[in-house]
Structures are given as C-alpha cells and as structure tokens.
C-alpha cells in the first residue's frame, strides 16, 4: 500500500511538472509592426528622411530615396526606438 502511495506521489509530481511547462512554453503571437499610407509630402535625400502625413520617418544611413517623389501615395511599416521612427519598409502605391 505504501509503495502504491510513493508510486502516486511521483506519478502526479511528473504530471504537474509537464502542464506546468506548457503552460511555460506558450509563446504570445509576435505584435505586427505599425504601418501607415499616406502622401509624401516632403523628403529629404541628406538627412534620409521622408514626410508622411506631417510625421517625418528616418532610413538608415546611406539611403537612396531620390526615386520618390512629392505627392506620391506609399505604405511605411516603421520600427519606433526612442523618439524616432525607423522605416524598416517602403511601398508605393501605384493609382
């Protein structure tokens, strides 16, 4: 009988231990980065900078951005570190 008890013991020691793992395990659904459309209104080649709806998004250094033009409509998809957003991702959308 004792050893039936021991035997019991270790048995739902290992059952709570593997539904506490999954539970552990369970990994929330990666956040989709925040996108916006709207018109140019302003770039900067220099300081690699473009104007969307009067909130100016930065490129990397060394960015090529003299293809775009005022006016144009685009979708950014941004990164936000600190202060500024970072275009991680440009599209124009074509009429």
């Known amino acids: 009988m004792r050893k039936l008890a021991i035997a019991l013991a270790v ?3 290992f059952g709570s231990t593997a539904a506490m793992a999954d539970t552990m395990t369970t990994a929330k659904p990666a956040a989709t980065p925040p996108t ?3 018109t140019v209104s302003a770039f900067d080649a220099k ?11 930065h490129f990397g250094a ?3 951005i003299s293809s775009l033009k005022n006016g144009e409509t685009v979708t950014i998809t941004y990164k936000v570190s600190g202060k ?3 275009i991680t991702k440009i ?5």
């Open 11 to 13: 048995l739902s020691a």
């Open 36 to 38: 916006v459309t709207g």
């Open 47 to 57: 300081a690699c900078t473009v104007t969307v709806n009067k909130v100016a998004y």
């Open 62 to 64: 060394h960015c090529k």
């Open 84 to 86: 500024i957003d970072w």
């Open 91 to 95: 599209v124009v959308v074509k009429a």
